[in-house]
């Protein structure tokens, strides 16, 4: 017997693992797109600009504590706000819509 037919028949006599199996392939995804890029901008984030732009590796917190400088703190602070108000107005575009949608008969929905 090879290994992946005992990989199949491990997971078809335990019902429990079935739904775990179904969402390594999302969590591979997630893993290789988001968290491993995060990482990455997370190490970035402790090192220091180089003269001509490049990455000097000496781990400091000086970009952090230039968060609190009033310039961006105003670039953040409009950041925030402009998702604050495109979220607001997608909300009240988007609900009464789906409303809309959800309360016409059934034939016209998929043209709507």
């Known amino acids: 017997m090879n290994p992946t037919s005992k990989l199949l028949q491990f997971f078809r006599e335990r019902p429990n693992f079935q739904g775990a199996i179904l969402l390594l392939p999302a969590l591979f995804w997630l893993t290789c797109f988001f968290l491993i890029p ?15 732009g490049g990455i000097r590796w000496v781990l400091s917190v000086q970009n952090y504590q230039r968060l609190l ?10 950041s925030i706000s402009t998702g604050i108000i495109s979220t607001r107005a997608c909300l009240l575009i988007g609900y009464p819509f789906a409303y809309y949608l959800a309360r016409h008969q059934y034939r016209w929905r998929n043209l709507l």
């Open 38 to 52: 995060i990482g990455y901008i997370f190490v970035y984030s402790f090192a220091q600009r180089g003269t001509y």
């Open 69 to 78: 400088d009033p310039l961006y703190l105003g670039i953040l602070w409009r």
